[in-house]
């Protein structure tokens, strides 16, 4: 069983930066599409970022160039580094994992999620 658990959300000021965490457990291999989702209140979820089992990444058109997803295999953790924030990155951040590739996957593709962690950016 797969488990994940969110850390390093937080408020922050425009412009700047966190980085979030995603401590995974449960599974040992690298077989993995893992990403990052964000969800507003009364919204759909959107997914932010996706790293495949290969290092491959994907990016939604409103984070590229600002963020970066990566994982250390070796400590099987995902994280997520934000730079350049807006308010309009304000939401809920999910840590997802999917056995298999990531191309094409949707959010109610994902067989595992966290609980989230809250990111506030403020004007």
């Known amino acids: 069983q797969v488990q994940l658990v969110e850390s390093g959300g937080g408020s922050v000021q425009a412009g700047g930066s966190l980085r979030l965490s995603c401590a995974a457990t449960g599974y040992t291999d690298g077989s993995y599409c893992m990403g990052w989702f964000r969800q507003v209140l009364g919204k759909e979820s959107e997914g932010v970022a996706l790293v495949d089992g290969d290092g491959s990444t994907t990016y939604a058109d409103s984070v590229k160039g600002r963020f970066s997803i990566s994982k250390d295999n070796a400590k099987n953790t995902l994280y997520l580094q934000m730079n350049s924030l807006k308010p309009e990155d304000t939401a809920m951040y999910y840590c997802?994992?999917?056995?298999?590739?990531?191309?094409?996957?949707?959010?109610?593709?994902?067989?595992?999620w966290g609980l989230g962690t809250q990111v506030t950016v403020s004007s």
């Open positions: 997802a994992a999917v056995r298999g590739y990531c191309w094409g996957r949707r959010s109610y593709d994902f067989s595992y």
